[in-house]
């Protein structure tokens, strides 16, 4: 396809690429009304934004360059919030502009500065890099912003969010007047607003995303499950799925490396992304998932921005995402450039009204199911293997004789079922889940008991939240005095003034005795009561929870005196939040 109104070294290039249309995006900031001025982008992640301000910048880059000659400084400056998409961003641009001949340099934390700063000095046309990085360069004398004539800021929402603000703003204080900004945001909070006016001129506004903030191209999935099978469900969506390529987030880094060895011991081929992993090490895992050694990729939300990875077609939130924005991300790495992905979010089912409140404020219509069950996972071994063995590839001489030999030794069944075997052998084995229904829960929750706990006693002590209990400091007290150990303790309960626990029904009397002889009024602790409380259970109305007979009492005092939490001796009336905040107010401004 001929793409008649870009310059002809960049329409070759799409042509080589196999592009035959731009996306909405890449048309809007190429369109006559958007040349030459400042832009507000708002575009989901994976609708060709890397390429959509290479276009942009065309103009003003190709411009000022001449054959065979090299910028006195840069062109063109890119600013990404991680490395990960820097790279990503640079690689983008090199293929676009590689019929011009023009330079690019890359500057990111975790790589070599020394290299960097050659690069800076061999005459790049157009430098990306993250913030941080940038502003060292730039402070040390290395990175020359004199030349500028356009400044792109790609997902400015999250450089914010990522603390990057100082930075961009002393990177942008020392371009030129007259260069170009063009910001790109998947959002618009209000800081983004605060500094498109502070560093544009007459910006023209494009929004791409639509009032459907979900991808048209990803299905969106919730699966309900038991708390406790969680790793379980991960195991099954990646078996029935078989992506090529998957990622699962995590919250934690702590999340991310269990989950990992989790998987690693399954059989999975799996790599780890977190803040803990090194530069060198994050290459190593992406180049991996790049050349099918690794299939699956466990990170956190930080870790995965700007991975694209063209092969991923799952994207699993092992933990819910903590806000619609984060969904969108996350979910934003598969489904990308026309192709389709899935995005399914393992949801405990104690935690469905959560997500259903996060996908009505993404706007994603999801499909609530159930995690597939080893049974389905069994029939989709069966289509896949079936649409596999029938495929037949090209088989050399050497294939044909060793086949002929084993015709005259095995039955032809037999020889079939070898096959079959040999390829469900490197298959991870399914999991066996609990149905999903309330009977289900309830026998799982039973199951969970404790044995010998089967009968039990409640007992009742006289402390409770008002008071600052908890089982941790419960649990030591208890047995101390009771004469038993933390295993002959079962649930226990905390009230707001009064807490309940489980005794087996065999040692109850054996207990009580021993309550009996360990209370004393000489010690804070042996002094508490407990009793035998039949009833169970009982916890305060909310109306109670203002103790009316005085000041409240610390249960576990650090120096063995109570601590009152009423009005200080011989001194003002402690001050509410509102006057503590307008006292402290006034101190500043005398």
């Known amino acids: 396809m001929a793409f008649e109104d870009l310059p002809a070294e960049l329409g070759s290039a799409l042509n080589e690429r196999g592009y035959t249309t731009l996306t909405p995006v890449q048309s809007a900031v190429a369109a006559p009304d958007a040349a030459g001025r400042d832009l507000i982008v708002s575009a989901q992640t994976g609708s060709g934004k890397t390429v959509a301000f290479g276009l942009a910048l065309a103009p003003e880059i190709l411009g000022n360059t001449s054959a065979g000659s090299l910028p006195e400084a840069p062109l063109a400056l890119v600013i990404a919030p991680t490395r990960e998409l820097a790279l990503q961003v640079s690689r983008e641009l090199g293929w676009l502009y590689a019929s011009a001949g023009l330079r690019i340099a890359t500057c990111v934390g975790g790589m070599d500065p020394s290299k960097e700063r050659r690069a800076l000095r061999a005459g790049p046309a157009i430098v990306v890099g993250t913030p941080g990085r940038l502003r060292d360069h730039l402070e040390r004398g290395a990175l020359d ?33 007259g260069r170009r900004t063009l910001l790109f945001s998947a959002t618009m909070p209000p800081q983004i607003v605060r500094l498109a006016q502070r560093y544009q001129r007459d910006a023209l506004r494009l929004s791409l995303v639509g009032d459907d903030r979900g991808h048209g191209d990803i299905s969106y999935q919730a699966i309900t499950v038991s708390p406790s099978e969680v790793e379980h469900a991960v195991v099954n969506l990646l078996r029935f799925h078989e992506a090529e390529t998957a990622i699962l987030f995590c919250a934690t880094r702590d999340n991310v490396r269990h989950l990992h060895a989790t998987l690693q011991e399954r059989g999975f081929a799996v790599v780890a992304l977190s803040g803990e992993h090194s530069q060198s090490e994050r290459n190593q895992a992406l180049q991996a998932l790049r050349d099918r050694r690794a299939r699956v990729c466990v990170a956190t939300d930080v870790a995965a921005r700007g991975i694209d990875l063209p092969s ?3 994207v699993v939130h092992v933990e819910i995402p903590r806000d619609a924005e984060t969904l969108q991300h996350r979910s934003g790495r598969t489904g990308r450039a026309g192709k389709k992905g899935t995005a399914a979010i393992i949801v405990p089912y104690n935690r469905r009204k959560r997500v259903e409140s996060l996908l009505r404020g993404a706007k994603i219509a999801a499909e609530w199911t159930d995690a597939p069950s080893a049974d389905d996972i069994r029939a989709k071994d069966r289509e896949r293997l079936m649409e596999r063995l029938v495929t037949l590839p090209e088989f050399d001489a050497d294939d044909r004789a060793l086949a002929a030999e084993l015709a005259t030794r095995l039955q032809p069944e037999d020889i079939a079922a070898a096959l079959v075997h040999a ?3 490197r298959l991870p084995q399914p999991e066996e889940l609990l149905a999903n229904t309330p009977e289900a829960r309830e026998k799982a929750k039973a199951d969970r008991h404790r044995p010998g706990f089967e009968d039990v006693v409640w007992f009742k002590i006289g402390v409770g939240g008002r008071q600052n209990a908890e089982p941790r400091w419960i649990l030591p007290l208890l047995c101390r005095r009771g004469h038993i150990t933390r295993n002959e303790i079962g649930a226990i309960r905390v009230g707001q003034h009064e807490s309940w626990f489980q005794v087996p029904r065999t040692i109850a009397g054996k207990f009580s005795q021993a309550l009996e002889r360990t209370a004393s009024s000489d010690d804070d602790q042996d002094a508490i009561p407990i009793i035998e409380a039949p009833e169970g259970p009982r916890i305060e109305a909310r109306a109670n929870r203002r103790n009316a007979d005085g000041p409240q009492v610390r249960a576990k005092p650090r120096d063995g005196k109570p601590y009152s939490k009423g009005p200080r001796p011989g001194g003002p009336p402690r001050k509410g939040p509102k006057q503590g905040k307008k006292f402290a107010r006034k101190q500043r401004t005398d």
Do not use: K
Request: hydrophobic share 45%; charged share 35%; glycine share 10%.
């Open 423 to 425: 390829h469900r052998a």
């Open 312 to 314: 991923l077609s799952l």
């Open 145 to 177: 912003l004199g030349g500028l004539v356009g400044v792109v800021l790609d997902e400015a929402d999250e450089m914010l969010d990522m603390g990057f603000r100082e930075d961009l703003e002393e990177i942008l204080d020392a371009t030129p007047e």
